[in-house]
């Protein structure tokens, strides 16, 4: 990194100064057409049933990506305590999927005859190509950090004090916008910006293409449940 940049980084967080340089695609990512249209509750529900079932499907792949990044914390990390933070991660996953069954049922959104579209499978083999023991450290939990953020961010924004998000979806919301999902997703951004600051140029580079990988997959996720 340059001089400068590299001072910026201690001080604000590199992971602060990506979403700073990407702010187009981020906020494509958190502010998305399918997210404003439950927080002002013009919500199409069959777009909402849609984001359910193919939404099931990836928490599934993405237990596996989260115990990967575990493993890699396991035997690469610099402090101990990051373990534990996947654990919880993997913890509330585990809660969550209970949480996707109850709630499809309640749609009538049957899980197992749904088959993943497209743009879940490339995103499900996108996180399948971070799970190797090839991908660094430092890579997997920058997209970590990056996924978590974006549905933090998203369902967050539909629970402030103007929105009006019909109350049959304000549970999904609060699911991930709440406090204690925003100090998960803290604590994932403090342990990047950790490694961050000790990779190398070339780990830096391939951090910011995942990053900017995921949220280009999180527009095209909401673009698919939008229909
Ligand atoms: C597509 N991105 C997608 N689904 C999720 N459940 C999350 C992020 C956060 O867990």
């Given amino acids: 990194m340059e001089a400068g940049l590299e001072q910026l980084a201690e001080v604000e967080g590199t992971t602060a100064l990506w979403l700073k340089k990407h702010r187009l ?16 509750g013009s919500i199409d529900l069959n777009s909402f049933k849609r984001w359910l079932g ?18 890699k914390a396991y035997h690469e990390s610099d402090n101990n305590s990051d373990m534990e933070v996947f654990l919880s991660g993997l913890a509330a996953l585990n809660d ?14 049957v899980l197992s005859s749904i088959a993943p579209q497209k743009v879940n499978e490339d995103y499900c083999r996108f996180l399948e190509s971070l799970m190797g023991p090839n991908v660094e ?4 939990i920058t997209a970590l950090w990056a996924i978590e953020l974006v549905y933090q961010q998203s369902f967050a924004h539909c629970l402030e004090e103007a929105s009006r998000t019909p109350p049959e979806l304000a549970k ?7 406090e204690g999902f925003g100090q998960y997703c803290r604590s994932l951004q403090k342990i990047a910006d950790r490694r961050l600051l000790r990779a190398t140029s070339e780990e830096l580079k391939k951090a ?3 990053l900017l990988r995921v949220l280009e997959h999180e ?3 909401w673009n698919m449940s939008q229909g």
């Fill in 54 to 71: 193919q939404d099931y499907l990836f928490v599934r792949a993405f237990v596996p990506f989260v115990s990967s990044v575990l493993l």
């Fill in 219 to 221: 527009v095209e996720f």
């Fill in 172 to 178: 999904t919301c609060q699911r991930w916008g709440n």
């Fill in 25 to 40: 695609v981020y906020t494509a990512a958190t502010r998305h057409p399918f997210i404003l249209s439950i927080r002002d």
């Fill in 137 to 140: 450290y430092t890579v997997a």
């Fill in 96 to 109: 969550e999927i209970k949480w996707f069954k109850k709630e499809a049922s309640k749609w009538g959104v």
């Fill in 208 to 210: 910011e293409a995942t």
